[in-house]
């Protein structure tokens, strides 16, 4: 069974970047397809970033030309390096392996949080 933990979130001004990290356990990590969620309180959880086994990535438009998921399968690690961040951003940020939608096959993790302030 893969675990994810993510890790990078922090304060940043409106235009700034940061770069996530989730590293997974497990050997299985490389066969699967890994997204990035993110969650504001009261909201659903949504899918804003994925990549496949293969290295093929989408985007929601909301972080389209913005956000760059990849990923190293030596390292067990997805990275989500966000540029140009906006307010509107600012939300609890999670990985995990998409299923439909905005739902994902495996156990959550604690995420991590991204602020961005105007």
């Known amino acids: 069974q893969v675990q994810f933990a993510e890790s990078g979130g922090g304060l940043v001004q409106a235009g700034g970047s940061l770069r996530l990290s989730c590293a997974a356990s497990?050997?299985?990590?490389?066969?699967?397809?890994i997204g990035w969620y993110r969650q504001v309180p009261g909201n659903q959880r949504e899918l804003v970033a994925r990549?496949?086994?293969?290295?093929?990535?989408n985007y929601a438009d909301s972080v389209k030309g913005r956000f760059t998921i990849s990923r190293d399968n030596a390292k067990n690690t997805v990275y989500l390096q966000m540029n140009s961040l906006k307010p509107e951003d600012t939300a609890v940020y999670y990985c995990?392996?998409?299923?439909?939608?905005?739902?994902?096959?495996?156990?959550w993790g604690q995420g991590t949080q991204v602020t961005v302030s105007s």
């Open positions: 995990n392996a998409p299923s439909l939608g905005n739902s994902a096959f495996l156990a």
């Open positions: 497990g050997s299985t990590f490389s066969i699967f397809a």
């Open positions: 990549i496949s086994s293969g290295g093929n990535t």
